[in-house]
């Protein structure tokens, strides 16, 4: 396999968003993923529940392994649930706080496991800061982002961003944190205010 079959292997299959890409509108996009983490919850963690909790009901040793099963698959549920909804937080206030601008083009970095991608955004400066995104909903693969993406925030303290026509929200910070220290000291008491009120003046640390 060749590389350029290798990357294309890493692609996720692009299904055009249920809501605007253009980065008029990054409320409906929001929704949609609190919503979906919420639906992924609701169908998985009942059936988690009721393995565990019939063994309190029917008392029958022999029930134990599937209360196990039920409890450990209950937790992992429970905390996948609780890091979409905290992911989805961080975008929000982003976007919430900084305006929206379109970077262009997306420069490809590496990618860690299967749910922590590295890139680097053009359109500003040459020595950008590769940044670390993770999507909300966990999903794996790379969505189709090359051709720019809509960004908000700031680089050295990190951001999130919108990928038109797919619509997937990334949060984003510095690859290396400690690398963007001296711009971020240099920042100046405006982007730093900022930077606060959208919460990513420290790093964020996520599985």
């Not at 692009?14 to 008029?24: E, K, N, S, W």
């Not at 937080?89 to 919430?96: G, H, P």
């Not at 971020?184 to 982007?191: D, E, N």
Request: glycine share 8%; with cysteine.
């Amino acid at each position: 396999m060749t590389p350029e079959e290798r990357v294309r292997a890493r692609l996720r299959k692009a299904v055009p968003a249920p809501y605007p890409t253009d980065g008029t509108d990054f409320e409906r996009a929001l929704k949609y993923h609190y919503t979906t983490a919420t639906k992924s919850f609701l169908k998985f963690f009942p059936v988690f529940f009721l393995l565990w909790v019939q063994l309190l009901v029917f008392q029958n040793t022999y029930l134990i392994p599937l209360a196990l099963i039920g409890l450990f698959g209950g937790l992992i549920v429970l905390l996948a649930f609780r890091e979409r909804m905290a992911l989805t937080r961080k975008c929000a206030r982003v976007l919430r706080t900084y305006p929206l601008e379109f970077r262009t083009p997306v420069e490809k970095d590496g990618q860690y496991a299967s749910h922590t991608l590295y890139l680097r955004l053009g359109g500003r400066h040459e020595d950008a800061p590769t940044l670390c995104a993770k999507d909300p909903l966990g999903r794996s693969g790379w969505p189709e982002l090359e051709a720019g993406v809509w960004f908000a925030g700031d680089e050295p303290f990190g951001g999130a961003a919108l990928v038109p026509g797919t619509g997937e929200l990334l949060f984003l910070q510095p690859k290396r944190w400690a690398d963007s220290d001296k711009e971020r000291k240099s920042a100046g008491a405006v982007r730093t205010e900022q930077a606060s009120r959208a919460g990513v003046t420290r790093p964020s640390r996520y599985r």
